[in-house]
């Protein structure tokens, strides 16, 4: 069964920190893996999605990169900005079907 | 992309009723799903909305207690039976549109069972 793993739990930085949220998996048998934000009471956002085969993406601010053998990914937001304040969840999902596995999130907070 | 709308948004519910949510997309799409996310814990997902035909179950997760339709490929309804404190949660909608492989949500539907 694959589980996935977000580290940390919970971050607090300063404005204008560069930073770097990290997803493992257990399963490298992925098709691809996805990154949403979550803001309070609210539904999902997707930010970026990285096919197995690719190494990175990026959108703005975020970058996002894939290691399948190791099973990692991390998400790099750049000069962080308080309204970058939410959970941000990683999502694998497999290679067979579409059903999404999600780690429990970091929880971010950044401070003006 | 796909731009879902789930109804209701919130509710709060009594102990031992049922609630039906409906989740509507603007575009066909391929699949569609349901997820669960408890407070403070990340989501669950409860079934799969099989169009024309009935529902493909997540283990822990029955269809007496969530009942799902999918009539079209553009919209589902879950119910959420025999409401219990235990069913507080915020329920969302998830679509694979036919082209592309993100996977989007919907605002999701707040129930609080007293």
């Known amino acids: 069964k694959q589980e996935v793993t977000q580290i940390p739990a919970a971050l607090s930085v300063p404005e204008g920190e560069n930073l770097v949220l990290n997803c493992s998996f257990t399963?490298?048998?992925?098709?691809?893996l996805q990154w949403f934000r979550q803001d309070p009471g609210k539904g999902l956002t997707s930010l970026l999605l990285i096919q197995s085969s690719q190494r990175e993406q990026t959108s703005g601010r975020l970058n996002a990169s894939l290691d399948k053998s190791s099973g990692r990914s991390t998400l790099y937001i750049a000069a962080s900005q308080p309204g970058d304040s939410a959970t941000y969840l990683c999502a694998v999902r497999p290679n067979s079907g579409y059903a999404l596995n999600f780690g429990k999130g970091t929880s971010l907070l950044v401070t003006p | 992309s796909a731009v879902i709308s789930q109804k209701p948004s919130r509710d709060i519910c009594q102990r031992g009723t049922s609630l039906t949510i409906q989740c509507q997309v603007d575009s066909q799409v391929t699949m569609m799903f349901w997820y669960r996310q408890q407070p403070g814990q990340s989501l669950t997902l409860i079934a799969t909305a099989n169009q024309g035909s009935e529902a493909t179950y997540e283990s822990g997760f029955v269809i007496d207690k969530f009942p799902i339709s999918r009539p079209n490929l553009t919209f589902s309804t879950l119910t959420v039976s025999n409401m219990s404190p235990e069913d507080s949660s915020i329920y969302l909608c998830s679509v694979a549109p036919r082209l592309g492989n993100t996977i989007y949500f919907g605002e999701g539907s707040w129930l609080t069972v007293v």
């Open positions: 399963d490298s048998a992925i098709y691809n």
